[in-house]
């Protein structure tokens, strides 16, 4: 996409000379080369020699929590994304688009404290599902789009499994720009594709998985005058930086232990490093979490990749009942083998039984959450269990989505057999006759039940 390109709104040439001038002086660099681009160019990866591309942030300033969520122009006044814009890429202020993002809880319940395996107090939740689309992809999206709107896009494209898209449509329609998704033909979230078609983007189904939509899509956008907001473009991993930001505010500043997060296309890994990095140089913290990325069994390509000692990489044909995380071949793995090795962190899997059942878990804690998110408690829990995290060390376990992006997973895991018998944790409902005693031994049961 070139920079000449049909406003949106109807401006000066004063207001598109200043921001022309301000996108000017975003630097963006590619990881691989380090050659160097601005803010105007709208690329997802250098032209130069393919690599990923960063955002570069100036960090050789202190700052401090004083600074954060001041001088905001009324349009991001209330965002838990642009609160942190000292350590955000500087976008012109009529272009930002924003939802109220962010601003999402830190819960506590040493019912899933315990479940994992560690003391009284040690493990939070982050719960991502509280977004206005109900997952963490909105923070990524108030930054991509606002972008997008900025450079003068005239249509912005993702591919999904389901949450990127219905975040996108969302933001599309927020600012007023047509939107593109490409979704696998089947298994996606019903719920997810529902906010995806209600927003009114333009939903395309291919013949394929997640991994071939997003070659298929960066094959269209290298050819056409068309915006990609998936997690390989720059400006939206700033936006999931925030999620570390916030979380480590809520904890005054004071780092866990471990991060331990799901694994599917691993921007989140990718903008969690960065995110760490860029406290540390800051002055925020003074030392860095170590990440534990948690990938589905049947999903784990950079799992692998990591037991090799980040020798060997494989892409691998994605099957996982959390649909959010089936991804056979991220796009953003040298990003995230990059947040690994800078926070000496870990990459393990699980099963989608143990993701199930960790699910059941959270739900019944009253929290709730969707399939992949549970992936991070039942990873957690896997790594308490071989001693690669102890006891005694604190861990916030990152939830990415709300229980109603996937209700088909709670259905099935609670109705449907598995071998002829009921799950553990399984809560059917009761049939009972319409008649008093039979309600009371209900409820006899839901007391001692």
């Known amino acids: 996409m070139t920079r000449a390109v049909t406003a949106i709104l109807p401006e000066s040439s004063l207001a598109v000379a200043n921001r022309d001038e301000m996108l000017a002086r975003i630097a963006v660099r590619c990881m691989e080369c380090g050659e160097r681009f601005t803010g105007a160019d709208v690329f997802t990866s250098c032209p130069a020699c393919g690599g990923l591309l960063d955002v570069v942030i100036p960090t050789k300033r202190t700052i401090l929590p004083a600074d954060f969520g001041v001088e905001l122009p009324d349009s991001a006044r209330h965002s838990g994304v642009w609160r942190y814009a000292p350590l955000l890429p500087i976008l012109p202020p009529d272009s930002l688009v924003s939802r109220w993002e962010g601003n999402t809880p830190l819960y506590r319940d040493d019912r899933l404290t315990h479940f ?17 689309t109900a997952s963490f992809k909105d923070r990524g999206m108030t930054v991509g789009v606002s972008h997008a709107k900025a450079v003068g896009a005239r249509i912005v494209a993702c591919a999904s499994t389901g949450n990127t898209s219905a975040s996108l449509a969302a933001y599309a329609a927020a600012a007023g720009i047509p939107a593109l ?11 997810k ?47 999931q930086k925030t999620i570390i930001f916030e979380m480590l505010e809520q904890r005054g500043w004071q780092a866990p232990d471990w991060i331990v997060l799901p694994g599917g296309n691993l921007g989140n890994t990718s903008s969690f490093g960065k995110a760490l990095i860029e406290l540390q140089a800051v002055g925020l913290i003074d030392r860095l979490p170590r990440l534990a990325v948690i990938q589905a069994e049947g999903a784990a390509p950079f799992a692998a990749y990591h037991a090799s000692g980040f020798e060997e990489y494989v892409p691998v044909h994605a099957a996982t009942v959390a649909t959010a995380i089936k991804i056979g071949n991220p796009a953003s793995t040298p990003r995230a083998r990059r947040s690994i090795e800078l926070t000496n962190g870990w990459v393990t899997t699980v099963s989608d039984e143990d993701i199930l059942g960790a699910k059941a878990v959270i739900d019944r804690a009253g929290i709730g959450c969707e399939p992949a998110s549970a992936a991070s408690l039942a990873g957690l829990r896997r790594l308490v269990r071989e001693g690669v995290v102890l006891p005694h060390e604190t861990a916030v376990a990152l939830l990415t989505g ?35 005693p039979a309600l009371e031994r209900a409820l006899a049961d839901a007391l001692h039940g």
């Open 116 to 132: 994992a395996g560690l003391r009284d107090g040690h493990l939070e939740l982050k719960h991502e599902g509280h977004n206005p």
């Open 181 to 191: 998704v490409l979704v696998p033909d089947t298994h996606v979230a019903v719920g």
């Open 193 to 239: 594709l529902a906010q995806t078609i209600a927003y009114g983007a333009k939903v395309v189904q291919i013949d394929g998985d997640f991994d071939r939509a997003l070659l298929l899509l960066r094959e269209l956008t290298a050819a056409y005058d068309v915006y990609l907001v998936n997690s390989v473009n720059p400006f939206r991993l700033e936006g």
């Open 402 to 436: 709300h229980i109603l992006k996937d209700t088909e997973a709670v259905t099935a895991f609670h109705f449907d057999d598995v071998q002829g018998t009921a799950r553990s944790g399984a809560n059917r409902p009761v049939r009972v006759a319409a008649e008093l």
